[in-house]
């Protein structure tokens, strides 16, 4: 559970390095690295702090699996901790202050693309997608503008997230 700098690429791929040494004598094989909480931008859809990762994850993910370990990483499909208000100044659909309606459609249509491009560009093969909320009551989100309609838009707007990571990578763990 590595904080702050300790998120960045070198960091990461040095914990990874430690974990394969020590678990190597044994039989057991490192699945996957995932950067919790920290990794991103705040004031971004899942962009990453470029303080501590100036170029991505991609490096990161050239690196572990010359030793078989694929990169994973934190990230709760309805934003939580990200700055949620600073997205409702670009448009995109919130729930709450805390979390974004997935089943708004320029929400959804952002975090298929921030998907695409983790999945196929940082090759993410475990994504830890916690905090569902589905809460949403208001209007223009591509439900009616109740709270129990906006939970099962939100409900299937996340199953659709993850049919598209799926599709996307069919070997992905979903969590």
Same mark, same amino acid.
């Given at each position: 559970?590595?904080?702050?700098?300790?998120?960045?690429?070198?960091?990461?791929?040095?914990?990874?390095?430690?974990?394969?040494?020590?678990?190597?004598?044994?039989?057991?094989?490192?699945?996957?690295?995932?950067?919790?909480?920290?990794?991103?931008?705040?004031?971004?859809?899942?962009?990453? $702090?470029?303080?501590?990762?100036?170029?991505?994850?991609?490096?990161?993910?050239?690196?572990?699996?010359?030793?078989?370990?694929?990169?994973?990483?934190?990230?709760?499909?309805?934003?939580?901790?990200?700055?949620?208000?600073?997205?409702?100044? !670009?448009?995109?659909?919130?729930?709450?202050?805390?979390?974004?309606?997935?089943?708004?459609?320029?929400? $959804?249509?952002?975090?298929?693309?921030?998907?695409?491009?983790?999945?196929?560009?940082?090759?993410?093969?475990?994504?830890?997608?916690?905090?569902?909320?589905?809460?949403?009551?208001?209007?223009?989100?591509?439900?009616?503008?109740?709270?129990?309609?906006?939970?099962?838009?939100?409900?299937?707007?996340?199953?659709?997230?993850? !049919?598209?990571?799926?599709?996307?990578?069919?070997?992905?763990?979903? $969590?």
């Amino acid at each position: 559970d590595l904080r702050g700098k300790d998120l960045g690429v070198e960091s990461l791929a040095k914990t990874s390095e430690e974990f394969r040494q020590g678990l190597e004598p044994y039989g057991v094989r490192l699945d996957a690295i995932v950067p919790d909480d920290g990794w991103q931008n705040k004031q971004s859809i899942w962009e990453p $702090n470029t303080e501590i990762i100036p170029n991505g994850y991609r490096p990161l993910a050239d690196r572990i699996e010359k030793h078989g370990t694929r990169l994973g990483l934190w990230m709760p499909l309805t934003g939580v901790n990200l700055d949620v208000p600073w997205g409702q100044t !670009q448009g995109y659909e919130t729930g709450s202050d805390r979390h974004y309606c997935m089943s708004g459609p320029k929400y $959804n249509a952002k975090m298929r693309e921030v998907l695409r491009h983790h999945i196929l560009d940082w090759r993410v093969c475990y994504f830890k997608h916690d905090f569902n909320s589905f809460h949403c009551a208001k209007e223009g989100h591509g439900h009616l503008p109740e709270a129990r309609y906006g939970f099962e838009a939100n409900v299937d707007a996340e199953i659709g997230l993850l !049919q598209y990571s799926r599709s996307l990578r069919p070997d992905i763990f979903l $969590n």
